[in-house]
Antibody, heavy 119, light 107 residues
């Protein structure tokens, strides 16, 4: 059974960089045909897609985040990561990692990790 | 960006009822539409992909339909564990976008 687990600081100061890692177990992040991505949910609000990376390394970003977001793969560790720079209170949210298949959508989610931006 | 509009934003129903949630895309997305269920404090759970295909392990009382711009999620014989918030998502083109959610509450 595939499992995804987010990890990273739960508190980040304004203007600093938020860094999260998703560790995949029960499968390989290099498996052909899968997208790995990040989605967030501010407290009491809906879901927002942030970024995806294909198993081959191609990346896709939400333009609403402009150039603040970077996603990367570490195939040696079966991990992928998110970096979000210049954070503000508006970036406070539960951050989820997820796996997606092109024609079948998201099939696995991590449990989510709350990141609070505050001084 | 493709806008996803869900309706209603909330509804009240009783155990055993049939409920229908609608999701409309601002442009055609073929059948690249997924539905998710989320309970408070939990990660979303994938219910349906490709507009009408149930994810493995999802009860058959859940069904999805539609293509192009108009989609529906139906839950027949509503069970206590089905009270949750439901989201649609298009994965036809980037940026991937979600509907605003529909909260199904107990009447």
């Amino acid at each position: 059974q595939l499992q995804l687990q987010e990890s990273g600081p739960g508190l980040v100061k304004p203007s600093e960089t938020l860094s999260l890692t998703c560790t995949v177990s029960g499968g390989s992040i290099s498996s052909i045909g899968y997208f790995w991505g990040w989605i967030r949910q501010p407290p009491g609000k809906g879901l927002e897609w942030l970024a995806s990376i294909y198993y081959s390394g191609s990346t896709y970003y939400n333009p609403s985040l402009k150039s603040r977001v970077t996603i990367s793969l570490d195939t040696s560790k079966d991990q992928f990561s998110l970096k979000l720079t210049s954070v503000t209170a508006a970036d406070t949210a539960v951050y989820y990692c997820a796996r997606r298949i092109h024609a079948s959508g998201i099939d696995y989610w991590g449990q989510g990790t709350l990141v609070t931006v505050s001084s | 960006d493709i806008q996803m509009t869900q309706s209603p934003s909330s509804l009240s129903a009783s155990v055993g009822d049939r409920v229908t949630i609608t999701c409309r895309a601002s442009q055609g997305i073929s059948n690249y539409l997924a539905w998710f269920q989320q309970k408070p404090g939990k990660a979303p759970k994938s219910l349906i992909h490709a507009a009408s295909s149930l994810q493995s392990g999802v009860p058959s009382r859940f069904s999805g339909s539609g293509s192009g711009t108009d989609f529906t999620l139906s839950i027949s014989n509503l069970q206590p564990e089905d009270f949750a918030t439901y989201y649609c998502q298009q994965y036809s083109s980037y940026p991937l976008t979600f509907g605003g959610g529909t909260k199904v509450e107990i009447k």
